[in-house]
């Protein structure tokens, strides 16, 4: 047999390399007998809440290439060559030197095991119904993440949706942990019924809250539909799962209370987050010449509090660093929060004509944000006009976290709404326009050269 190290084998490896260094358990004590499956309970939800194993990491590179932030020379020095070349929209980003994306292998990591999981479930036989409810939250829990990591790769890896089109470039979809099965990368409609899939019968097995925001719930699972429905376009789904997760849980922090002259005055598993991820850590993430774009600075008034609770002054005058993660320090956050929640049942509602369902979320949401006096409740009977301030808070609300990308890349289908980026770097204007082949990144060359997927046109 040839030793090709081909998707997703390649990945996979490493996987249960990883599995096995962390979990001894699951070696045979037999010497011709290497890897035994994991089948107990425990030993199931122990594969996916190995965060150090990265089950709760989401891609950066749509934030380095987002106008999120605004690096100081000194910092984009530092990075990788290939962040570098997401920050400038180059358009190839892998150097022969590293052929390799984290943000392709982790995602796949997340979806083997949780394949891992499902495949264990197939076997286990419940002693009595306490057991059979474990299980049942159990394979939630994997179908979660499995939907949880496809949505990830999607905004990264295939082209921004089209509702109603039928792109034949998605991804290769894996439904087992067979690591000999190489899958072809699936349509876009295919992958999309496969997240479908995946979380709405993770909603249907989970309990509404988790014993750990690390972990998938009902409450995360229709917090992640209603994200992926304003994706595909569909508001009245957006709408509707936003609906069926705020009956769950819509409280939010009131920013006044916060301290703003504490280093992160947001604290980690705080009551906002519904699902906790964090991108990975990097020089981006710790300096303190990591800026946030200027322009996007100014749009915070006088009494937002989110002016003094996610910024503190830079290195240089004028400019500002970030400082309000919800992870409670450096970490930017990755997962899903009830602001994001709300914000998007404002949009859903919005865009559905529920305009007055759409003013009360976005004024609550703001109570909680601004200085008493400092706005006038908002009441618009336009949907542009009222869409435009939903729009603006998510960009306010939402930064440096791994939604901003997402929210370009289906923005730009319309044509109000859409956006042209622009750089400086070293003296030189880069544009990064709407609709520009530069939205969708490149699959790693060891995946199109070893497996011979078809790459993205970049």
């Known amino acids: 047999m040839k030793n090709h190290y081909k998707y997703p084998i390649f990945i996979m490896i490493i996987s249960i390399v990883h599995l096995l260094s ?103 036989v419940p002693m009595d119904t306490d057991e059979e409810l474990r299980a049942r939250h159990i ?30 470039l998605g991804l290769p979809l894996k439904g087992s942990s067979d690591v000999n099965k190489l899958p072809r990368r699936s349509t876009v409609p295919e992958l999309v019924d496969r997240i479908l899939a995946d979380l709405r019968e993770a909603s ?59 280093p992160y005055p947001i604290g980690e598993l705080n009551p906002e987050t519904i699902y906790y991820a964090t991108l990975p850590s990097g020089r981006y993430t710790t300096s303190n010449m990591t800026y946030v774009a200027p ?16 910024f503190e002054p830079g290195e240089e005058d004028g400019f500002y660093s970030f400082k309000g993660s919800f992870t409670g320090g450096y970490l930017f956050f990755g997962g899903i929060s009830t602001g994001e929640l709300v914000l998007t049942f404002a949009e859903g509602a919005a865009r559905t004509g529920r305009l007055e369902e759409a003013q009360d979320a976005l ?37 440096f976290r791994n939604i901003r990308w997402m929210d370009l890349r289906r923005l730009n289908r319309e044509e109000k709404w859409s956006v042209t980026l622009t750089r400086t770097v070293n003296g030189e204007e880069i544009v990064l326009p709407p609709g520009d082949s530069r939205y969708t990144f490149p699959l790693p060359p060891e995946e199109t050269e070893l497996n011979g997927l078809e790459q993205n046109p970049r």
């Open 22 to 124: 962390s979990c001894e358990e699951f070696l045979d004590a037999k010497p011709d007998k290497a890897l035994v499956v994991p089948s107990t309970l425990d030993d199931l939800q122990g594969v996916m809440d190995a965060m150090n194993r990265n089950t709760n990491s989401v891609p950066h590179i749509g934030l380095v290439s987002s106008d999120d932030m605004l690096l100081s020379p000194s910092v984009l020095d530092n990075l990788s060559e290939q962040q570098q070349a997401a920050y400038t929209w180059e358009k190839e980003i892998f150097t022969p030197a590293q052929p390799y994306s984290s943000d392709w292998a982790t995602p796949y990591q997340q979806v083997f095991l949780a394949n891992v999981v499902l495949d264990g479930l197939k076997d286990h």
């Open 139 to 168: 394979k939630g829990r994997a179908l979660f993440m499995r939907g949880h990591a496809y949505t990830q790769l999607m905004e990264i890896f295939t082209r921004p949706y089209e509702p109603g089109g039928h792109d034949p």
């Open 204 to 262: 249907s097995l989970l309990p509404d809250k988790a014993e750990y925001s690390t972990r998938g719930s009902k409450w995360a699972a229709e917090s992640l539909l209603a994200r992926f429905s304003l994706v595909l376009g569909d508001y009245e789904k957006a709408y509707g799962h936003a609906g069926n997760a705020m009956a769950i849980g819509d409280g939010l922090i009131d920013f006044s209370g916060l301290d703003p002259s504490a």
């Open 295 to 310: 322009e996007l600075y100014a749009l915070y008034g006088e009494g937002d509090f989110r002016k003094s609770v996610f």
């Open 363 to 399: 004024n609550i949401f703001l109570e909680h944000r601004m200085a008493p006096g400092s706005y006038v409740p908002v009441n618009i009977a336009d949907e542009d006009g009222l869409l435009e301030i939903i729009l603006e808070e998510r960009r306010k609300e939402l930064l």
